[in-house]
Each structure stands twice: as structure tokens, then as C-alpha cells.
């Protein structure tokens, strides 16, 4: 009796898991978005932890022209079919370049003031949504893993198309852990690259989840991973930006909030510890797992600019 109801609590801890981990990597069509762990009671802990959570397709409604008067959609073809949206501004002829990527649950938009920063600094800026996300197509997102692909097809496609004088990478949380694989995995060689609130490992940062939600993150996190990568035939446990970070050869600019609990900040620092080139970590003090270019626009503004001025030297 005991084995029986062993391995009848095995299977049901499995298919909860197997169902959290579809619910977080698939978009719905509609419905109110589950909030931050932080913000549930107990009673909706509860029901995410054995139902999901919801997480409608990220979508805007503004246009290309709320970036700039010259701001214009484009869609970029990939591989198997796939679509990505995305937005360019120019700046002037053979004018560096930037593309954009943002984080999880969020479209091309969520980078939009990021991008009108780069703007002033006399950059062009291309802001790209992630497959699943926005105008792009298909509606699964894998938490920055095959987002490298899109990363790595964005490059190419802004090569051939606008033929920058230097072309620069910047990531927000997954979107930072997308640009770093696209290094490591696709060859990708932009001339820098600039991550904002990276996380070291996946298995750390889903532990974060479950420790938020008030539950012990073992083996919850283990298996969340392990379907979640069986669902889209990865090794999730594999999707380390520590470890690829060893491949970025380029100057590298780390922002990160020093409150952040999602990605905490001395996970950043295990990465950034990993680059071997030229590198450089600004703290934003008591910024959390947010845009602090919205919370702290000068310092913000600065700490790049410093940068990439910088990057000739």
C-alpha cells in the first residue's frame, strides 16, 4: 500500500510539474497575467503551483514611430520557418548600431527606452521581438535558449541589411542570456555587448521561483527544468551564461541592481567573473530585477556612454 501511494505521489508531483513548466514556456491568447510570486497570497501560490501560471502573448499597441519619426517594422526571416518582428531607427549613415533584446513575458517594447537613449547618443537602434513574442511568430518562448538562435539570425540580417560601423548587443535578463549563448553557440561576434540583470544558471534562477513561492526548490526546480527542456528537446540544465561567457571576446558592460532577487547580483558576478576580456560591472544600488535606465536615467545614461566611449581605448 505504502509503494502504491509512493509512486502515485511520484507521478502527480511529475505531471504538476510537467504542467508549471508548459504554462511557463507557452503563451495563452488572453487572460490577466499572473503576478511576480511576491504579490500572491497563499491561496494563489497554491493554484500556480499546481495549475501554472498564465502568460498571455506579450503584444503592444504602440507604433514603430513612438521610437522615432523614422522608426519603421520590419520582419526578419530565421530558420524553420520563423518570423521575427522588429523595429529600426536610423541614425546617421553607417552610424553604429545597437539591437535590442528583451526579457522573459516581455516584447520588443519593453526595451523602448533603452533604445531612445541610444538614439541620442547618435546610434542606431534595432529592437527585435523574440520568437513567441510580439509581431513575431510561433508562441513559446524557451527562456533565452533558442532565443540565441534569434539573436544570431538578428545579427546576420543587420549586417547585410544596414552595414554598421560597429555593431553593439544588448540583452535584458533573458534577452542577456540569449546574447550570450548566441556568442557561445552561434559564432556570434558583435564589437560589445552590454547585459542588463543576467542570471548565471537556469537552475538557480528557477530555484529563486519556487523559494519566492514559500516551497522547497528541491527537486521542484530540477523538475520544472527537466520538462521543461523535454518539452522542446534541450537540455535546460545546460542553459548556463557563466559558461558562455567564457566565449565573449569583445568588451562587455554588466548593469545589475543590487536588490535584484531574481537574478542576484553575486550570480552576475559569477558571470562576469567568467568573462576573460575586457570587462566592466556598474552596481545600481537597491534596484531590483527592473529597467534601471526608468529608475536611474542619469547614472544609466553615464555608465554607458563611459562605455562605449571606451571601447576605442
Known amino acids: 500500500m505504502l509503494a502504491a501511494l509512493t509512486v502515485l505521489a511520484i507521478i502527480a508531483i511529475n505531471v504538476i510539474a510537467y504542467r508549471h513548466a508548459y504554462a511557463m514556456l507557452h503563451f495563452t491568447l488572453g487572460g490577466t497575467r499572473t503576478d511576480k510570486a511576491e504579490k500572491l497570497n497563499s491561496a494563489q501560490k497554491i493554484k500556480v503551483l499546481c495549475s501554472g501560471v498564465n502568460l498571455p502573448r506579450p503584444r503592444t499597441d504602440l507604433p514603430p514611430t513612438s521610437l522615432g519619426a523614422a522608426a519603421k517594422a520590419l520582419t526578419i526571416d530565421s530558420s524553420n520557418g520563423i518570423k521575427l518582428g522588429a523595429w529600426f531607427c536610423p541614425c546617421e549613415p553607417s552610424s553604429p548600431l545597437v539591437i535590442l533584446f528583451h526579457g522573459y513575458g516581455a516584447e520588443k517594447s519593453g526595451?523602448?527606452?533603452?533604445?531612445?537613449?541610444?538614439?541620442?547618443?547618435?546610434?542606431?537602434?534595432?529592437?527585435?521581438?523574440?520568437?513567441?513574442?510580439?509581431?513575431?511568430?510561433?508562441?513559446?518562448?524557451?527562456?533565452?535558449?533558442?532565443?540565441?538562435?534569434?539573436?544570431?539570425?538578428?545579427?546576420?540580417?543587420?549586417?547585410?541589411?544596414?552595414?554598421?560601423?560597429?555593431?553593439?548587443?544588448?540583452?535584458?535578463?533573458?534577452?542577456?542570456?540569449?546574447?550570450?549563448?548566441?556568442?557561445?553557440?552561434?559564432?556570434?561576434?558583435?564589437?560589445?555587448?552590454?547585459?542588463?540583470?543576467?542570471?548565471?544558471?537556469?537552475?538557480?534562477?528557477?530555484?529563486?521561483?519556487?523559494?519566492?513561492?514559500?516551497?522547497?526548490?528541491?527537486?521542484?526546480?530540477?523538475?520544472?527544468?527537466?520538462?521543461?527542456?523535454?518539452?522542446?528537446?534541450?537540455?535546460?540544465?545546460?542553459?548556463?551564461?557563466?559558461?558562455?561567457?567564457?566565449?565573449?571576446?569583445?568588451?562587455?558592460?554588466?548593469?545589475?541592481?543590487?536588490?535584484?532577487?531574481?537574478?542576484?547580483?553575486?550570480?552576475?558576478?559569477?558571470?562576469?567573473n567568467a568573462i576573460r576580456g575586457k570587462k566592466t560591472f556598474h552596481e545600481f544600488s537597491g534596484s531590483r530585477h527592473e529597467p534601471s535606465v526608468v529608475r536611474f536615467p542619469k547614472e544609466w545614461n553615464e555608465t554607458v556612454v563611459n562605455f562605449l566611449n571606451g571601447m576605442e581605448n
Open 111 to 272: 526595451v523602448l527606452r533603452e533604445a531612445q537613449a541610444f538614439l541620442k547618443m547618435k546610434h542606431s537602434v534595432l529592437l527585435v521581438d523574440f520568437r513567441g513574442s510580439g509581431e513575431s511568430s510561433e508562441s513559446y518562448t524557451t527562456a533565452g535558449f533558442r532565443e540565441g538562435d534569434d539573436v544570431a539570425v538578428a545579427v546576420r540580417y543587420a549586417r547585410e541589411q544596414f552595414s554598421p560601423s560597429k555593431l553593439i548587443l544588448y540583452g535584458q535578463s533573458m534577452g542577456a542570456s540569449a546574447v550570450l549563448r548566441a556568442v557561445h553557440s552561434c559564432n556570434t561576434q558583435p564589437d560589445a555587448i552590454i547585459v542588463e540583470a543576467v542570471f548565471d544558471r537556469m537552475l538557480t534562477t528557477a530555484r529563486h521561483r519556487f523559494e519566492a513561492m514559500g516551497v522547497p526548490s528541491f527537486p521542484s526546480a530540477e523538475l520544472l527544468l527537466f520538462w521543461g527542456g523535454r518539452q522542446f528537446g534541450f537540455d535546460a540544465f545546460s542553459h548556463n551564461p557563466f559558461q558562455y561567457a567564457a566565449s565573449v571576446q569583445c568588451p562587455i558592460l554588466f548593469l545589475h541592481g543590487s536588490a535584484d532577487p531574481s537574478a542576484r547580483i553575486e550570480e552576475a558576478r559569477n558571470v562576469f
